[in-house]
């Protein structure tokens, strides 16, 4: 062969072509790790969900809510799911300064705003209250299906009852509102509970206790000029349902006077 032949002749490369995909490739992977990892944070949101209280939940919703101003008591507690908002009614309760809270009520539009008339008086939500700042610490009010619900409780250092008896200063509190009381001719309830007890005390009286006081404010609204008649269920329901996390907190000595709506059905 010439060597001029040897110059012309076509010079072959062989690439070798690699395809990415199939069952060899890595995109699936990549989706499949994002998949699993949404299908976590899905479980874990419902197991949040089903394992944390109301408070609990809006105090984590605080957190991470830009116009909420994190303070010592707003998140940051002891876990992220303790943390509560300074300026929600329901902490301003939870820490013994007076509150309202959100309506649950689902009740007549006429007969919802002569109860939350009653409310905007007793707790100044249009101006003056009917109770003095200090006073106003131990109140909470709120609406609910079966009615107004004024609830008394208990400060550190500032009962509201000396053993089964009211104090000068739920005497006091009492004859505040039962002038709003008076202007409706609705039904009224009294629920009363206590503190828990250590366990070691020999003879615990929390039904007795819880029942005695509710009865003794009963007795106390003729004093304010509220009839005795217009009385128709006292419960004492002891250390059950406790508004603070502590059981044996004195947040938990509470007393509610309930303006019962006239179309809900009384409990037995």
């Known amino acids: 062969m010439s060597k001029k032949d040897d110059n012309t002749r076509p010079i072959i490369i062989k690439r070798k072509k690699v395809v990415e995909g199939g069952h060899h490739g890595g995109a699936w992977k990549v989706a499949y790790a994002d998949f699993v990892t949404a299908m976590m944070a899905f479980f874990l949101l419902m197991w949040l969900l089903n394992a944390t209280t109301d408070q609990q939940r809006r105090g984590l919703a605080d957190y991470f809510s830009p116009t909420v101003s994190l303070t010592p008591v707003s998140a940051g507690g002891d876990g992220v ?16 300064r007076g509150g309202i809270t959100q309506s649950d009520a689902n009740g007549t539009a006429p007969e919802d705003g002569v109860l939350e008339a009653i409310e905007a008086a007793i707790m100044g939500k249009g101006g003056e209250s009917l109770l003095d700042r200090e006073d106003l610490r131990h109140v909470a009010v709120r609406l609910t299906d079966e009615g107004l619900v004024i609830e008394f409780f208990d400060l ?26 008076r202007k409706v001719p609705n039904s009224v309830a009294i ?18 206790v819880s029942s005695g006081r509710g009865h003794a404010l009963r007795r106390r609204l003729p004093d304010v000029g509220v009839s005795e008649a217009r009385v128709v269920r ?20 509470r007393v509610e006077i309930i303006v019962l709506r006239d179309t809900v059905p009384l409990r037995r």
């Open 191 to 208: 629920d009363a509970y206590i503190a828990s007890v250590p366990v070691v005390e020999r003879a615990p009286q929390s039904w007795e």
């Open 234 to 253: 006292v419960t004492g329901h002891a250390d059950r349902r406790p508004a603070a996390t502590d059981p044996m907190s004195s947040r938990n000595n």
């Open 81 to 96: 799911l303790t943390g509560q908002s300074m300026s929600g009614d329901a902490s301003m309760i939870q820490l013994g």
């Open 156 to 181: 550190p250092d500032s009962p509201l009852y000396d053993g089964v008896e009211v104090t000068p200063l739920l005497e006091r509190l009492l004859a505040s509102v039962a002038g709003e009381v």
